[in-house]
């Protein structure tokens, strides 16, 4: 059998056999976010409607939901595939985008949070809140600092049974016991929209190829993305031109440069 230990031998494993990942994510997200899991080599499908958003999570290997752009309906379609996924036990990946500006969004993520998602995803004001904390959070951006939500962080994965992934400057992974901080990326990724959404696609790419190691696969993804955009920004003019260098630099990178370069310590 393959072993999957590294983050680059996670990333060779997902190219030689790309997983269906379900993707439920916002309308400013879908075509980044399908266009990241291709470059890196995973199937996107972007399929959420309750009529068969449940039925496709049977064949999809992993699911990812985030609550970008919500309404009811889109709701019932959550829903549905959590519970579809949480039964047959596949993985699944929380992004609560913003889920402190409304009721409605609290409540949907509150409902989601019951259906136990084996990771959560989120910039540092959305997990600060999620943990219950006073989140600086504007809209969709995250204004806290990642020092900051790294006790919130280990809170919500102590109290979800889950992988929580904080990301920012340096991104911070725990799953209550084991702990790393992620180095890399450029300050140009807050810069381009839907960048945070894609990557919770692909935390769910990786988890679809090592379901059995979620905080192993949830490292591997942030590293990928951290490599990635350091690699994009060496030649970026700005955000427009970063954002096609980062998929060049995504579908470029192969697994012993991941290796090689990633910066993951224990926190
Ligand atoms: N200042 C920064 N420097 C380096 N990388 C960053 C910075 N801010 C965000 N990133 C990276 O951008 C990606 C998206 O994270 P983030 O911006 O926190 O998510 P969101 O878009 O959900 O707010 C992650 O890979 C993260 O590491
Ligand atoms: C701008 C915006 N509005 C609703 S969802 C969304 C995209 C947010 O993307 P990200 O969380 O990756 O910054
Ligand atoms: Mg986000």
Same mark, same amino acid.
């Given at each position: 059998m393959q072993t999957k230990t590294t983050p680059g031998a996670m990333l060779k494993a997902m190219r030689e056999k790309p997983p269906l990942v379900q993707c439920i994510t916002n309308y400013v997200a879908m075509n980044i976010a399908a266009n990241v899991l291709l470059a890196a080599g995973a199937s996107p499908a972007m399929v959420h409607a309750a009529e068969e958003a449940g039925e496709f999570a049977g064949i999809a290997s992993a699911l990812t939901i985030n609550? &970008?752009?919500?309404?009811t309906q889109w709701i019932d379609g959550m829903q549905a595939a959590a519970k579809a996924a949480t039964s047959a036990g596949k993985p699944w990946v929380l992004d609560p985008v913003?889920?402190?500006?409304t009721a409605f969004r609290r409540n949907a993520v509150a409902d989601l949070l019951a259906l136990r998602p084996t990771v959560i995803r989120g910039n540092a004001s959305e997990i600060i809140a999620l943990a219950g904390g006073e989140s600086r959070g504007q809209g969709v951006d995250s204004?806290?600092?990642v020092k900051q939500a790294e006790g919130s962080a280990r809170w919500l994965a102590e109290r979800q049974r889950a992988v929580v992934a904080v990301t920012g400057a340096v991104d911070f992974v725990t799953d209550g016991e084991r702990a790393v901080r992620i180095e890399g990326g450029s300050a140009l990724m807050p810069q381009v929209t839907a960048l945070g959404c894609s990557l919770t696609c692909l935390v769910g790419a990786f988890a679809a190829t090592a379901p059995e190691d979620i905080f192993g696969a949830t490292v591997a993804a942030l590293s990928t993305f951290a490599i990635a955009g350091e690699e994009a920004a060496l &030649?970026?003019?700005g955000p427009g031109s970063f954002s096609w260098r980062f998929l060049d630099a995504l579908a470029a990178l192969d697994a012993e440069t991941l290796d090689a370069r990633a910066r993951i310590s224990a926190a």
């Open positions: 609550i &970008g752009t919500l309404s913003a889920h402190y500006a204004r806290d600092p &030649g970026a003019a």
